[in-house]
């Protein structure tokens, strides 16, 4: 298997544009986190998808962010309009059965918003 | 609240020092502790993992014990390799809002030189 798929590997774009960020998970895997790390605050938990169905998304910053996950091989990230302080690594992970205690995470995406 | 406190890094070690992370937690009921490992332009990768007080996970020549008494799971190996240079992340697992939910700390570096 490939692993977690992510794209962009990396995102420039102007303050005020819409981004959209993608991931592919594990096949067969069941559960889809997105998670935001930055230098300030750490790694943090934006969603929580089981099934395809969003469970948790507290962690989601505000209204600009919005996630997607239409099947079981494909979740979007989307922020519209982005702004600079939203310039983070954003990771995508997948994991199986019904404890999500192994994690198997995407390279990640670059993302810079000047 | 539930939370996951690492030592500030850069460590700086020379090979084959002996290494330490500390990680202490603090969390509401009974929580799974783990690492994961981050190398350069990659994802988190799970180290190793404990489940109960007392436990010893290991992996790859590190290891780290499940201490109740102290709240604390710190990371450990005999002799650091320049490979071993990454950022390591400790976590714990909580039932929380009917899923295993992973709380990450800030994450250490650890940078090995010949």
């Known amino acids: 298997d490939a692993g977690v798929i992510q794209s962009p590997r990396h995102e420039v774009t102007e303050m005020g544009q819409e981004v959209t960020l993608r991931c592919k998970p594990i096949?067969?895997?069941?559960?889809l986190f997105w998670y935001r790390q930055t230098m300030m605050r750490g790694l943090e938990l934006l969603i929580y998808?089981?099934?395809?169905?969003?469970?948790?998304d507290s962690g989601m910053p505000e209204d600009r962010f919005s996630a997607k996950m239409p099947n079981a091989s494909f979740s979007t990230l989307k922020i519209q309009p982005s702004e600079p302080r939203d310039s983070a690594v954003y990771f995508c992970a997948s994991s199986s059965g019904r404890l999500n205690e192994k994690l198997f995470f995407g390279s990640g995406t670059q993302l810079s918003v000047l | 609240g539930n939370s996951v406190t690492q030592m500030e890094g850069p460590v700086t070690l020379s090979e084959e020092a002996f290494l330490t992370i500390n990680c202490t937690y603090t969390?509401?009921?009974?929580?799974?502790l783990f690492w994961y490992v981050q190398y350069p332009g990659e994802g988190l990768q799970l180290l190793l993992k404990a489940t109960k007080a007392d436990d010893k996970g290991s992996n790859k020549g590190f290891e780290a014990t499940y201490r109740k008494e102290t709240t604390s799971f710190h990371l450990e190996k005999g002799s650091v390799q320049v490979s071993d240079s990454a950022v390591y992340f400790c976590a714990l697992s909580l039932l929380s809002g009917g899923y295993n939910k992973l709380i990450f700390g800030a994450g250490t570096r650890l940078a090995v030189h010949p």
């Open positions: 096949s067969g895997h069941n559960s």
């Open positions: 998808f089981n099934n395809n169905v969003p469970i948790d």
């Open positions: 969390a509401t009921g009974y929580p799974s």
